[in-house]
DNA sequence: TTCCGTGCAAACAATTTGCAATAGA
DNA sequence: TCTATTGCAAATTGTTTGCACGGAA
């Protein structure tokens, strides 16, 4: 059931003040719809499929209301546009430099290194808006390019 | 003696086939002269000096350059432009979201990290191309936000 | 009715590109 | 000379903004 979430974002922004549109609970739909992380371009794309006439503006504006109101967030991706998701668990996001597939990993899985880097440089590092780029298991264990993934590599 | 990674740059261009102008040497001295991760616009800023008629295009064009001779790297860093900077080992950054510093953490401290994405994930994690956004130790030691840096913080 | 949300088009920042003039080898 | 490099200005991409109109409350 997942409604359950666009109910919620949508109380969210009313009990913020914000009015109820549309336009607005059809991009809550569309980043319901796709547990994906998607660009604003995307998004617009899933959007006009039933409501044509939604500025790209209005998505740009209402992602950063989610944002906002703590229950969506965006991940930089190095050279292309931000992606859009909702969430509500903290995650880290591996973007594959080749396919473009999104992994989630759970935050406490990168605790030991948060905890390393903490200790050795006092650096404190932010894990959920900024993903880290390489390539997923499929593009680095076929990749014509002749290096193997290394040690443990070679999953076919 | 920093002027000697001028002339292997130097070098490596012109062994490439590549003409050794003006422009060119000015555009690696100003990124040898600061160890620093700079963005074009700043590299502009400091080849202006000696050399007020440079095009921030050139710079484009010679960081661009450098990069594809394998002696010029940059770094996104989420929002902003990138970081570029020349270097002979591969390292990760950690880029302050509060102060902009940027710390150098060698590669293989990273080895535990991507050792355990590879094996839970077969993720295989690029480590130089892409920063790691957070708080240095300094603004999260001295965050007025409560929280403190966690175990082994305060360094104070 | 009273503002908030929206469309539109222009502004923006970072970066790239086409083309003619210029300067390196 | 001969072609790579540069300057310039315009194009691109992703995103933001000002303003007047229309729709939520």
Chains 1, 2 share one sequence.
């Not at 935050?107 to 993903?131: A, C, K, W, Y």
Request: aromatic share 4%; hydrophobic share 35%.
């Amino acid at each position: 059931m997942p409604d359950d979430r666009v109910e919620q974002a949508i109380e969210a922004i009313r009990a913020s003040g914000g009015r109820i549109t549309v336009d607005r609970r059809a991009i809550v739909q569309a980043l319901v719809d796709h547990g994906d992380h998607r660009t604003v371009e995307e998004l617009a794309q899933a959007v006009w499929v039933d409501h044509p006439g939604v500025n790209l503006a209005t998505i740009y504006r209402t992602v950063e209301l989610l944002e906002q109101l703590g229950i969506g967030f965006h991940v930089h991706v190095g050279h292309g546009p931000s992606l859009w998701h909702l969430s509500e668990h903290i995650h880290q996001h591996l973007v594959c430099d080749s396919c473009g597939t999104v992994i989630d990993v759970p935050d406490d899985s990168l605790d030991p290194l948060r905890r390393q880097l903490l200790e050795s440089t006092g650096f404190e590092i932010d894990l959920h808006h900024f993903s880290m780029v390489g390539r997923c298991a499929d593009c680095a264990g076929r990749s014509p390019d002749g290096e193997p993934a290394g040690p443990g590599g070679d999953p076919a």
